[in-house]
């Protein structure tokens, strides 16, 4: 049963992928665009509550493995990649209409997007630490032709530049893999079973430390590049800006967790191998550092959809923090604040997208009374950015408030770093928005009906988790956090 | 005890891949560092292929075949109609010299081998030893990726990474399962092509494949 369940989710945006590639410049592409990403979507809640009623699954003769962890990973990805089809179904209409996008270059970015979320359902889903590999090079490779779709100068620099640094990062990747294979090929033998993660898993203590010390270094530099770590982080806030508006949503979304998920599997490895905190340690110090150079950096953007990826960075760096801090509180807090982060981050790059496409420009000084031009777009942007900055009661409030209260319990030394981040950020994006969504303005109201529905049903799930976890979710966090340690 | 002769001969290999790896490091004319890639590749499948006779695991044979067939054969042909197509011949210059490149990447070498030091400490099978030399050309391509300006070179550089890291792969392990370098290889491929779609796309926006052109986003 888990094969067939796992087959459907694998194979409909695989299929998509396909179909769209062959389909792509029709009028519909767009609605077959959303109807496949709704199948996935139905496909993931269907493994997830098998997965979360009866506890971690292997599949394919041990190929793939699911466990609370990942699948929640799986649903958030299917979930924000249904409802951005939906926002990108108008959006890319209208760009299309302003003459910025061909009929062909809507067909690459179909095909492509299905594939893409084939890709991190893939590298989400396998056991196998090469396909791991193998997966996440698809997803750049999926995304680096989106981030250049506009073909303008300043798109291709952004592009190129994404492609060489997560290039060379994820080829570092590679290397650490191999030191891995290297380590435990002298434990499990030769063969498949030495990449598998539930057989490295089981033997992890015999595992030898100092090559799997070196190969987390490489894994982490490697993979850390993808999730945005400072100081690898200079191709994100690049290809965010320059990309189309979906593309951004779900690299902040979507990608950037997928890469942390990969960092967090193999450092229980090295942990367990080493018996010591030593890839927790290092986590936590590169976690640290994204927040506070993130959050200092804020200050210095122009570019609306710039600054909101610097925010990306700053809230990755919070999440590698709580994953390297570890214990079943940390984790928890983990995983819920890149539950609310993905929701809150794509409602706001829609309502960004919105507001760039309106007003033709991206720079923060020449958008002004969103609220006046249209109160959806402004409503859903200020919101989105009370959600994001962690006022409560939303739910990155109570994540953020979790993440904090373990770093006192446990590093008090890190709480002030923490706090004076958190309050930089604060100051730094409410001073920005603010004027955006309040000021005056002569424009027209928008003439289009801009798709908003995601934008507000995301910000409602965020309040929701602010307000009240569910048990049966809390209890299936709990479940995660265990089984990482 | 003597060595046998096939380590010999893998030793031998090793060495000439470093050297080709420094000589793409020295190299301006792009069509010459296509040459070198074609046989930086040569070298890597016949050690693969050493490696898979030696040890008698057969899924090694694929990958040497596979190596002949996309880093010798394809690659290289792709590069090649792609530079007559876009009519570039020099890397006119690089952003360091090359004595000074040469020395950094010396170091490398030596900062490669230090770290490797404790894993060669552990090894037992044949050839273990030569993680060393793996990392240091995978390190002296990353270099080259750093010093060029031309978007080609970088490419090639990119490949060249690769070749290390697979070198890598078969002699400290005995080679990654093989649905695992299928999709490497996959992945290697498919990225030439999307590079190919970038020099066209880059040349057309920038008149040049000089990636000093891309310097435009900053924070500031």
Same mark, same amino acid.
């Given at each position: 049963? *888990?094969?067939?369940?796992?087959?459907? #989710?694998?194979?409909?945006?695989?299929?998509? %992928?396909?179909?769209?590639?062959?389909? $792509?410049?029709?009028?519909?592409?767009?609605?077959?665009?959303?109807?496949?990403?709704?199948? /996935?979507?139905?496909?993931?809640?269907?493994?997830?509550?098998?997965?979360?009623?009866?506890? !971690?699954?292997?599949?394919?003769?041990?190929?793939?493995?699911?466990?609370?962890?990942?699948?929640?990973?799986?649903?958030?990805?299917?979930?924000?990649?249904?409802?951005?089809?939906?926002?990108?179904? @108008?959006?890319?209409?209208?760009?299309?209409?302003?003459?910025?996008?061909?009929?062909?270059?809507?067909?690459?970015?179909?095909?492509?997007?299905?594939?893409?979320?084939?890709?991190m359902l893939v590298a989400l889903t396998t056991?196998?630490?090469?396909?791991?590999?193998?997966?996440?090079?698809?997803?750049?490779?999926?995304?680096? =032709?989106?981030?250049?779709?506009?073909?303008?100068?300043?798109?291709?620099?952004?592009?190129?530049?994404?492609?060489?640094?997560?290039?060379?990062?994820?080829?570092?990747?590679?290397?650490?893999?191999?030191?891995?294979?290297?380590?435990?090929?002298?434990? =499990?033998?030769?063969?498949?079973?030495?990449?598998?993660?539930? &057989?490295?898993?089981?033997?992890?203590?015999?595992?030898? !430390?100092?090559?799997?010390?070196?190969?987390?270094?490489?894994?982490?530099?490697?993979?850390?590049?993808?999730?945005?770590?400072?100081?690898? &982080?200079?191709?994100? !806030?690049?290809? &965010?800006?320059?990309? !189309?508006?979906?593309?951004?949503?779900?690299?902040?979304?979507?990608?950037?967790?997928?890469?942390?998920?990969?960092?967090?599997?193999?450092?229980?490895?090295?942990?367990?191998?080493?018996?010591?905190?030593?890839?927790?340690?290092?986590?936590?110090?590169?976690?640290?550092?994204?927040?506070?150079?993130?959050?200092?950096?804020?200050?210095?953007?122009?570019?609306?959809?710039r600054m909101f990826a610097y925010s990306s960075?700053?809230?990755?760096?919070?999440? /590698?923090?709580?994953?390297?801090?570890?214990?079943?509180?940390?984790?928890?807090?983990?995983?819920?604040?890149?539950?609310?982060?993905?929701?809150?981050?794509?409602?706001?790059?829609?309502?960004?997208? &919105? +507001?760039?496409?309106?007003?033709?420009?991206?720079?923060?000084?020449?958008?002004?009374?969103?609220?006046?031009?249209?109160?959806?777009? %402004?409503?859903?942007?200020?919101? $989105?950015?009370?959600?994001?900055? $962690?006022?409560?009661?939303?739910?990155?409030?109570?994540?953020?408030?979790?993440?904090? /209260?373990?770093?006192?319990?446990?590093?008090?030394?890190?709480?002030?770093?923490?706090? *004076?981040?958190?309050? +930089?950020?604060?100051?730094?994006?409410?001073?920005?928005?603010?004027?955006?969504?309040?000021?005056?303005?002569?424009?027209? @109201?928008?003439?289009?009906? @801009?798709?908003?529905?995601?934008?507000?049903?995301?910000?409602?799930?965020?309040?929701?988790?602010?307000?009240?976890?569910?048990?049966? #979710?809390?209890?299936?966090?709990?479940?995660? +956090?265990?089984? #990482?340690? | 005890?003597? *060595?046998?002769?096939?380590?010999?001969?893998?030793?031998?290999?090793?060495?000439?891949?470093?050297?080709?790896?420094?000589?793409?490091?020295?190299?301006?004319?792009?069509?010459?560092l296509i040459n070198l890639f074609a046989l930086?590749?040569?070298?890597?499948?016949?050690?693969?292929?050493?490696?898979?006779?030696?040890?008698?695991?057969?899924?090694?044979?694929?990958? +040497?075949?596979?190596?002949?067939?996309?880093?010798?054969? #394809?690659?290289?042909?792709?590069?090649?109609?792609?530079?007559?197509?876009?009519?570039?011949?020099?890397?006119?210059?690089?952003?360091?010299?090359? @004595?000074?490149?040469?020395?950094?990447?010396?170091?490398?070498?030596?900062?490669?081998?230090?770290?490797?030091?404790?894993?060669?400490?552990?090894?037992?099978?044949?050839?273990?030893?030569?993680?060393?030399?793996?990392?240091?050309?995978?390190?002296?391509?990353?270099?080259?990726?750093?010093?060029?300006?031309?978007?080609?070179?970088?490419?090639?550089?990119?490949?060249?990474?690769?070749?290390?890291?697979?070198?890598?792969?078969?002699?400290?392990?005995? $080679?990654?399962?093989?649905?695992?370098?299928?999709?490497?290889?996959?992945?290697?491929?498919?990225? /030439?092509?999307?590079?190919?779609?970038?020099?066209?796309?880059?040349?057309?926006?920038?008149?040049? =494949?000089?990636?000093?052109?891309?310097?435009?986003?900053?924070?500031?």
């Amino acid at each position: 049963m *888990i094969d067939l369940q796992l087959m459907v #989710l694998l194979l409909t945006p695989l299929l998509g %992928g396909g179909l769209l590639a062959v389909f $792509g410049s029709r009028r519909w592409a767009a609605e077959l665009n959303s109807l496949m990403s709704f199948a /996935t979507f139905l496909a993931a809640v269907v493994l997830t509550v098998r997965v979360v009623e009866s506890g !971690p699954q292997v599949a394919f003769n041990e190929q793939f493995f699911i466990d609370q962890f990942n699948v929640f990973l799986v649903a958030l990805t299917a979930f924000v990649a249904f409802t951005t089809s939906l926002f990108s179904r @108008p959006y890319m209409r209208i760009e299309q209409h302003h003459g910025k996008l061909s009929v062909g270059m809507l067909h690459l970015y179909y095909s492509m997007y299905q594939l893409f979320t084939f890709a991190m359902l893939v590298a989400l889903t396998t056991n196998n630490m090469g396909i791991v590999w193998v997966a996440m090079e698809a997803a750049t490779l999926t995304t680096v =032709l989106l981030v250049s779709l506009y073909r303008t100068p300043a798109s291709l620099e952004a592009a190129w530049k994404y492609f060489i640094l997560c290039g060379v990062g994820i080829a570092l990747a590679l290397f650490g893999t191999i030191l891995l294979y290297f380590a435990a090929e002298r434990v =499990l033998g030769e063969g498949g079973s030495a990449l598998l993660w539930t &057989h490295l898993n089981q033997v992890k203590g015999d595992l030898e !430390p100092t090559v799997l010390k070196l190969a987390f270094i490489f894994l982490l530099v490697g993979y850390g590049t993808k999730v945005g770590l400072v100081p690898l &982080h200079s191709w994100l !806030p690049d290809a &965010h800006a320059e990309g !189309p508006t979906p593309v951004s949503a779900v690299l902040s979304g979507l990608l950037l967790n997928v890469a942390l998920c990969a960092v967090v599997r193999s450092k229980v490895l090295v942990d367990g191998s080493l018996e010591s905190h030593f890839a927790g340690n290092l986590m936590m110090g590169f976690g640290l550092l994204s927040v506070v150079v993130a959050a200092f950096s804020l200050f210095r953007q122009k570019d609306i959809k710039r600054m909101f990826a610097y925010s990306s960075i700053e809230h990755m760096g919070l999440i /590698t923090f709580a994953f390297g801090m570890g214990g079943p509180v940390a984790t928890f807090a983990g995983m819920l604040h890149m539950t609310v982060h993905s929701l809150t981050k794509s409602a706001i790059f829609f309502a960004v997208g &919105h +507001a760039a496409q309106k007003t033709g420009t991206q720079l923060m000084e020449n958008i002004r009374g969103l609220l006046q031009v249209s109160p959806t777009v %402004g409503w859903g942007l200020m919101l $989105g950015t009370f959600a994001i900055l $962690g006022m409560p009661p939303f739910g990155v409030f109570a994540s953020e408030f979790l993440i904090i /209260t373990t770093a006192m319990h446990e590093y008090p030394w890190s709480t002030p770093i923490l706090l *004076i981040a958190l309050g +930089a950020a604060f100051a730094a994006i409410f001073g920005k928005v603010q004027p955006i969504v309040f000021g005056e303005t002569t424009a027209k @109201p928008l003439p289009h009906p @801009p798709a908003l529905i995601p934008v507000f049903a995301h910000l409602l799930l965020v309040l929701m988790l602010g307000l009240y976890m569910p048990p049966y #979710l809390a209890d299936w966090y709990r479940q995660a +956090a265990a089984l #990482l340690g | 005890m003597p *060595i046998p002769l096939t380590l010999q001969f893998i030793n031998l290999l090793a060495a000439l891949l470093l050297l080709v790896a420094f000589a793409m490091l020295t190299q301006r004319r792009i069509l010459s560092l296509i040459n070198l890639f074609a046989l930086q590749g040569a070298v890597l499948a016949l050690s693969t292929f050493v490696v898979a006779y030696s040890t008698g695991q057969h899924h090694l044979y694929y990958s +040497a075949g596979l190596t002949l067939l996309l880093k010798v054969l #394809l690659l290289p042909w792709l590069l090649h109609r792609l530079i007559q197509r876009l009519n570039v011949r020099w890397d006119v210059e690089t952003l360091i010299n090359i @004595p000074t490149t040469m020395l950094v990447g010396i170091a490398l070498v030596i900062f490669s081998f230090n770290l490797a030091a404790p894993i060669t400490q552990l090894a037992e099978g044949l050839t273990r030893g030569l993680i060393g030399i793996a990392l240091a050309s995978v390190l002296l391509s990353l270099l080259m990726m750093l010093t060029r300006r031309k978007a080609v070179s970088q490419v090639v550089a990119f490949l060249s990474l690769e070749n290390g890291l697979f070198f890598a792969a078969t002699s400290a392990t005995q $080679g990654m399962p093989l649905v695992v370098e299928l999709g490497i290889a996959l992945d290697v491929l498919v990225a /030439t092509f999307i590079f190919g779609i970038f020099f066209f796309q880059i040349r057309e926006t920038f008149d040049s =494949l000089d990636i000093t052109h891309m310097e435009k986003l900053k924070d500031d």
